[in-house]
């Protein structure tokens, strides 16, 4: 029973001290997320300021896999070139050691305080940012409590000749231990709390420094594989840098492993304590693998290009989106990246019907009129996915800015739906009624309706461009284009009427679908400039 109560405490502390971690990294990336995204896209010129930028924000968000999310995301944009997203993932494992080497000094006298802080402050804040303030000071409030029953709750270890025996038979085989290591840190998401682990284990005094060696290198290994889980449905110049950091710690277990027994005395000589053996261990670990491999990055990253070369034939049309990464949901930004990466293929359909009804105009014929109907199934499944997918994110973690963005995009998915409804619906059904009853539209009409819809498709490609980077001045640009669409339509519709004045001969059904066909053409380039206002900050007219 008494082995019973050990274990139900080392798990107990174990959980809190990951719930902890949690709480610090989710509570830095609501609050700071945006700025923490900015810092290291200004760091990503060179592989010395990318190294520097992935320590300085894994040291903040004590997490290398929230940092390589961040690094993905931008790479998936074609921002980070693999160098630069390899030395940042390498900077990611420095900035955990170091956080490692806070954490095992003795502050467990903190955590009552911290926890007590942190709760009032949660409690009480009037933001969302001085609410997850709160979070991140409760959860390191946490993490030094983990700490501390984690070395109680190991203590009675040093007198269970069990717990003695097991731990002298995991000595001498550094292979098994690395293994099983890697296999905690993978179920635990978190390489630093393995650490911290075998850190409280070494405090019971009889806990063998060969062992606590491997747990380090296999939770080094174990800790490089979350990334490439969480980067698994991104895109492969996302996928890259993770999957070059596995390769460096790989290299670098292997290289250390044999020399375990030789590195330990050295060790031993500058701190006695195992537990600053650990983390020093740890630390140095990293370092050498950031100095050995940042001057190769370059054949590191041509290597991954190799190993996950780009998609050559790629459906645009699929009608699952591929992007909605659930791991990213951690991250307001990261979430709202993704759903702007969708929203606009879902543009890039709406676009190809456009095109299709073009075609339609002059001469349609039965596949087109299909391929227009299934782009219009496609825009509703992704509709459909990226409004389910930016609901999942918690409006307690969104400040105001993330809100209004959020908004932003639901507002122009839903603009993109209603304008392939009124493409399928309307327009599609207008042609296709001319074509069965024998319609006959004049070439002054074909012209305008060519004309009108060559600036549809102009200004739908802008409204893309202010989606994408909320600038006033392209949202003036395309506020003054529905002024000029306006202006043409309104003159085809007058030199329409003139003509059917004039010309007693003209088909009265062919007119009324081609002023009907105008009509939708305006209401769907109001749609489109509908969120412009918004950013230009001018009321709509």
């Not at 669409?485 to 329409?496: G, I, L, Q, W, Y």
């Amino acid at each position: 029973m008494d082995g019973t109560i050990v274990l139900i405490n080392l798990l107990g502390g174990v959980a809190l001290l990951l719930w902890g971690l949690r709480m610090v990294s989710t509570g830095v990336m609501r609050a700071f997320g945006r700025e923490l995204g900015v810092f290291l896209k200004f760091c990503l010129k060179n592989r010395v300021q990318s190294f520097i930028g992935g320590l300085g924000v894994t040291m903040l968000l004590q997490s290398s896999t929230a940092t390589a999310l961040l690094t993905a995301s931008f790479a998936g944009r074609g921002l980070v070139p693999a160098t630069a997203g390899i030395a940042v993932m390498l900077g990611a494992d420095v900035g955990t050691t170091i956080v490692a080497q806070i954490l095992s000094l003795d502050f467990s006298f903190l955590a009552p305080v911290l926890l007590f802080a942190g709760f009032v402050r949660h409690s009480t804040a009037g933001s969302t940012r001085a609410k997850n303030l709160g979070r991140i000071v409760l959860g390191l409030g946490m993490m030094l409590s983990a700490l501390k029953m984690l070395a109680l709750a190991s203590e009675p270890i040093r007198d269970s000749s069990v717990s003695q025996f097991v731990l002298s038979s995991l000595s001498g085989e550094p292979v098994l231990v690395v293994i099983l290591a890697g296999l905690i840190t993978l179920v635990a998401h978190s390489s630093l709390a393995t650490v911290l682990f075998a850190l409280s284990l070494s405090l019971t005094g009889h806990f063998p420094i060969d062992v606590a060696y491997a747990m380090v290198l296999g939770a080094n290994l174990g800790g490089a594989v979350p990334p490439i889980m969480a980067t698994l449905k991104a895109e492969k110049s996302a996928r890259r840098a993770p999957l070059a950091n596995l390769i460096c710690r790989l290299v670098i277990v292997i290289a250390v492993l044999p020399f375990i027994g030789l590195i330990q005395p050295e060790l031993a000589l500058f701190e006695p304590s195992h537990a600053r053996q650990i983390v020093n261990f740890h630390t140095l670990l990293n370092v050498a693998c950031a100095l050995i491999f940042l001057p190769f990055i370059g054949p590191l990253g041509r290597l991954t290009e190799r190993l996950l070369p780009e998609d050559i034939i790629e459906d645009p049309n699929a009608p699952v989106p591929i992007y909605l990464d659930k791991a990213s949901l951690e991250s307001p930004q990261l979430a709202m990246a993704n759903t702007v990466r969708e929203t606009l293929r879902m543009g890039d359909v709406l676009e190809k019907m456009c095109r299709e009804l073009k075609l339609a105009l002059t001469g349609g014929n039965g596949p087109v009129f299909r391929k227009i109907r299934e782009g219009n199934n496609v825009i509703k499944e992704f509709d459909g996915a990226i409004k389910s997918y930016l609901t999942k994110l918690g409006r307690e973690s969104l400040d105001e800015q993330d809100e209004k963005r959020c908004t932003e995009i639901l507002n122009f998915t839903t603009t993109l739906d209603h304008i392939s409804n009124i493409v399928v619906m309307n327009m599609v059904e207008l042609i296709e009624m001319g074509i069965k009853n024998q319609l006959v539209l004049s070439e002054e009409d074909l012209r305008d309706e060519t004309q009108l819809l060559d600036m549809v498709l102009a200004n739908l490609r802008l409204s893309f461009s202010v989606l994408m980077t909320g600038n006033p001045a392209t949202a003036s640009n395309l506020i003054q284009r529905k002024q000029r669409f306006r202006e043409v339509e309104r003159k085809a519709v007058d030199e329409h009427l003139r003509r059917l004045r004039n010309d007693k001969l003209l088909d009265q059904e062919a007119s009324a679908m081609h002023l009907s066909l105008l009509s939708d053409m305006r209401r769907i380039n109001s749609l489109l400039s509908s969120n412009a206002y918004l950013v230009a900050g001018q009321k709509e007219q």
